[in-house]
């Protein structure tokens, strides 16, 4: 199973909306995400720095949260989505 | 080109930018920009009142940024208040009001970008988008 994580921000409103969108995923689908707020906790802050090369082309370029990464390929998508963009992304993942 | 400091000889405005005001905004003088040192910009600036400003103070300051411009702040209240929040705690943990939806990369030029209100008109989520919103949705293109 792919390494999943999900970037977030405690008071960011589209992170807000995702999450409940993430607990069904879960309860639906074997995907597993590792959600990581970054305003409030900076080692989850420095290693979503570390991936900014991998997350800011598809993000306006720019860190933005939400952001899904996959840690292991290193894809990511960011922002607000519907609940099947983000299920295909990641049953993609594999 | 490197942004300098200015100081109006007549009435101690300072100036941050590539070049100084050609007119003075506060005393209306021409050609009244003096270069000095970021350590004089401090002086002259840390020596003014101190001025707070809560969060409601901020949310008044942003609807009067708003008038005259094509986009207004959210009319949802909840998501305005949960990003006012947001920004407060970003500015006592990182020094900045930073934006809630995107993260510092801890290089200066780059994060003052994400200082809010940021330049959103130039974003993908604003521009030539005809219900367009700031990132985080703050500010919302006026109906
Ligand atoms: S995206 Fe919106 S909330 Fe974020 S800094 Fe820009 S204006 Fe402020």
């Known amino acids: 199973m792919a390494h ?17 969108l993430i607990d069904t995923l879960e309860k639906e689908t074997p995907v597993r995400f590792e959600r990581l707020e970054v305003w409030h906790d900076e080692k989850n802050a420095d290693l979503m720095r570390s991936y900014r090369e991998a997350i800011a082309p598809k993000c306006g370029h720019q860190l933005r949260v939400p952001t899904f990464l996959n ?10 989505v ?9 049953l993609q993942q594999g | 080109m490197k942004k300098r400091y200015w100081r109006c000889f007549v009435c ?11 007119l003075c905004p506060t005393c209306k003088v021409l050609h009244a920009y003096v270069e000095i040192t970021a350590e004089e910009a401090r002086k002259i600036l840390g020596g003014g009142p101190e001025t707070t400003m809560a969060t409601e103070d901020f949310r ?4 009067r940024f708003t008038v005259g411009n094509e986009f207004q702040v959210n009319p949802a209240a909840d998501k305005v208040s949960l990003l006012l929040t947001g920004i407060f705690e970003n500015e006592k943990n990182h ?5 809630p939806c995107r993260l510092r990369t801890k290089d200066w030029e780059e994060d003052l970008k994400l200082i809010c209100p940021c330049n959103f008109p130039i974003h993908e989520t604003y521009k030539g988008v005809k219900d367009g919103e700031c990132w985080c949705g ?6």
């Not at chain 2, 008044?60 to 609807?63: D, K, M």
């Open chain 1, 82 to 90: 519907e609940f099947d963009k983000l299920k295909d992304w990641a």
């Open chain 2, 138 to 143: 703050l500010f919302v293109r006026r109906k």
């Open chain 2, 12 to 22: 101690n405005d300072v100036h941050y930018g590539i070049a100084p005001p050609e």
């Open chain 2, 60 to 63: 008044a300051s942003i609807e």
């Open chain 1, 71 to 80: 840690a292991d390929t290193r894809d990511a998508m960011c922002g607000e």
């Open chain 1, 4 to 20: 999943l994580v999900m970037f977030y921000g405690r008071e960011c409103p589209h992170c807000k909306k995702m999450l409940p």
């Open chain 2, 95 to 99: 020094g900045f009001k930073f934006c």
